[in-house]
């Protein structure tokens, strides 16, 4: 797709984001969080749901938990802009309608919020995905096993005719009740950047042997 007529399409997709009445979630929130960081990224991130931070500011992982979770992506090199950063839910799941309890999604919002989430697959075709906490990871997969057990690992998420490697990698807020900076499942999250980091270098590879092959070939040809 060329990317003038994606950058439309995608914006295409966060206005039907934003007038959503899918579920009753559209009653108390404030903002429809759609995306944050590049939609020119080659890594799409997805977390959970907005909290109350992110549904004032129409903005994911703006709140404290994102804060800790950039600082780590930062100590491994990366920036928000190297990412294009979604949820599963769209809208703040909250306890009450008066929005003070935030709470996880069911699996009925869930439900009625996935087909976005497709699309912004489909339509973003990221090189890689990275999952962020269990919610995520169990939406995209049907696996018994937590994060816990298989953060760091990758996977392969299939859409049409493509397989996308996906990492799943710890919410921030589990590191954060665990010690945050000072906590062993912070080590562990920046080794599971390093597997991100060891994947981008083997498309970088991959990249650069099918130019060469290109090369050669119109070298012959010529
Ligand atoms: N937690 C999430 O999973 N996503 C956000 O955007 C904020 C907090």
């Not at 919002?109 to 890689?128: G, V």
């Not at 599971?192 to 130019?211: P, S």
């Amino acid at each position: 797709m060329k990317e003038l007529n994606k950058e439309m399409e995608i914006e295409k997709l966060h206005a039907q984001m934003r007038r959503c009445n899918k579920c009753h979630l559209y009653k108390t929130r404030t903002s429809v969080v759609c995306f944050g960081g590049d939609y020119h990224a080659k890594i799409m991130m997805i977390g959970e749901a907005p909290g109350a931070n992110e549904d004032r500011e129409g903005e994911p992982f703006s709140g404290k938990t994102g804060k800790l979770l950039f600082e780590i992506f930062r100590e491994a090199g990366f920036k928000r802009e190297h990412f294009y950063i979604t949820n599963v839910l769209k809208c703040r799941p909250t306890k009450d309608n008066a929005g003070q309890i935030d709470r996880q999604p069911t699996m009925w919002e869930i439900d009625a919020c996935y087909h976005f989430l497709e699309k912004q697959i489909a339509l973003l075709r990221p090189k890689i995905i990275v999952t962020i906490g269990n919610t995520a990871l169990k939406t995209l997969f049907n696996t018994p096993l937590s994060i816990t057990k298989i953060h760091g690992r990758v996977m392969g998420f299939k859409q049409y005719e493509q397989l996308i490697p996906v990492i799943p990698m710890y919410h921030p807020s589990y590191i954060e009740r665990n010690g945050g900076h000072y906590s062993k499942q912070k080590r562990e999250m920046l080794e599971d950047i390093r597997v991100l980091i060891r994947i981008i270098k083997e498309l970088v590879k991959e990249k650069r042997e099918k130019k060469e092959k290109e090369n050669i070939e119109s070298y012959m040809n010529a």
